[in-house]
């Protein structure tokens, strides 16, 4: 059906940078938003920041000045690019894409697999 592979996870010190990639493939006839989670042990799954097809975007506070979202709608790939980053950004990263899939006009969220970025002090 469709598919979300992610990639870019590792470990990092603090102050550092990461970029996340998030690749959709499959039965795909459009994409609205796309968004990245993140999940730390022992703690809910919470929205890091989200992109609209249109480019509009939104951020936790906690990121805000430090992350960057943006997507190419040409490739279905949206990015996560992560800097200055801090011990507590450390979690599980998530990728969500809100899809209306071919064929059966399904609309639903999908969820990539995860990869995991650690920032140590």
């Known amino acids: 059906q469709v598919q979300l592979v992610e990639s870019g996870g590792g470990l990092v010190q603090a102050g550092g940078s990461l970029r996340l990639s998030c690749a959709a493939s499959?039965?795909?006839?459009?994409?609205?938003?796309m968004g990245w989670y993140r999940q730390a042990p022992g703690k809910q799954r919470e929205l890091v920041t989200a992109i609209t097809s249109g480019g509009s975007t939104t951020y936790a506070d906690s990121v805000k000045g430090r992350f960057t979202i943006f997507r190419d709608n040409t490739k279905n790939t949206v990015y996560l690019q992560m800097n200055s980053l801090k011990p507590e950004d450390t979690a599980v990263y998530y990728c969500n894409a809100n899809v209306v899939s071919s064929g059966g006009l399904l609309r639903r969220d999908y969820w990539g697999q995860g990869t995991q970025v650690t920032v140590s002090s």
């Open positions: 499959g039965s795909i006839f459009s994409i609205n938003t």
